[in-house]
């Protein structure tokens, strides 16, 4: 892992950008309490970076309620959950970033990185549009057009296409355990953000301590 092959970094949103992961989990323990699911931080942190219908299948599983909905059942309550959601994030304005994100987009675009968003989230170029940072992304993958979620490799690997780059020529930025592994099986750096990651090659305690100097410390 050299910091200097590096020539973009490709970003997950919640929970990375966007302090939205809080708007996922609440939206989500309406659903679990209403199929009869018990909430525990646990599966809170399991479902984060986890696709829409990923999440629900893990939260009727945790709960042995697998069997007792139907597809059109299990679409409807999705479809339900995600309504909550944006109903809570129309609140965002600018000032959700996390802290210390906007200037690190500021310094990756000034010195000429390339940057990609990596988010397993259907409304991402919504929430990058009430927190005013769309246009740091040259790209945006499209979850809607990828065979698996994240830990699968795709999302990152599509990321490092967009910005017409080999994969070790990318650093990924995580804060969750599922895009961490999907960050090291595309081959590319991976940047964990939170204290209960694994196998992050660069980590981070939260999203204040990640600066350009502080990555290529720890790569060096
Ligand atoms: P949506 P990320 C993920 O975004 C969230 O972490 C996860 O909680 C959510 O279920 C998933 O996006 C799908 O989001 O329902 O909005 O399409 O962390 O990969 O940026
Ligand atoms: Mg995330």
């Known amino acids: ?35 009869g699911t018990e909430w525990t931080d646990e599966l809170a942190d ?4 986890m696709s829409r219908m990923d999440s629900l299948e893990l939260i009727l599983k ?26 809570l994030v129309q609140e965002l304005t600018p000032d959700d970033v996390l802290p210390g994100m906007r200037n690190l987009l500021e310094e990756l675009k000034s010195k000429g990185y390339h940057l990609a968003l990596a988010s397993a989230s259907k409304n991402s170029p919504k929430i990058l549009k009430y927190l005013e940072i769309s246009d740091y992304f040259e790209g ?19 990321a490092a296409k967009i910005m017409n780059l080999a994969p070790e020529q990318v650093a990924g930025v995580e804060d969750a355990q599922v895009g961490v592994d999907a960050i090291n099986r595309a081959g590319e750096v991976s940047i964990g953000i939170g204290d209960y990651l694994k196998d ?13 100097d502080a990555i290529k410390e720890q790569l060096s």
Do not use: C
């Open 46 to 49: 399991g479902l984060k970076g």
């Open 200 to 212: 992050a090659d660069v980590k981070f305690a939260n999203t204040a301590e990640v600066t350009l």
């Open 1 to 35: 892992m050299s910091f200097s092959e590096l020539k973009g970094f490709a970003f997950d949103l919640d929970g990375v950008i966007a302090d939205t992961a809080r708007f996922h989990g609440q939206a989500w323990r309406q659903i679990a309490d209403k199929v």
């Open 140 to 158: 945006i993958v499209d979850p809607a057009q990828l065979t698996h979620g994240k830990p699968d490799p795709e999302i990152y690997l599509e």
């Open 62 to 87: 945790s709960g042995n309620h697998e069997n007792e909905y139907t597809q059109e059942e299990k679409e409807a309550i999705a479809k339900e959950k995600n309504d909550n959601y944006l109903t």
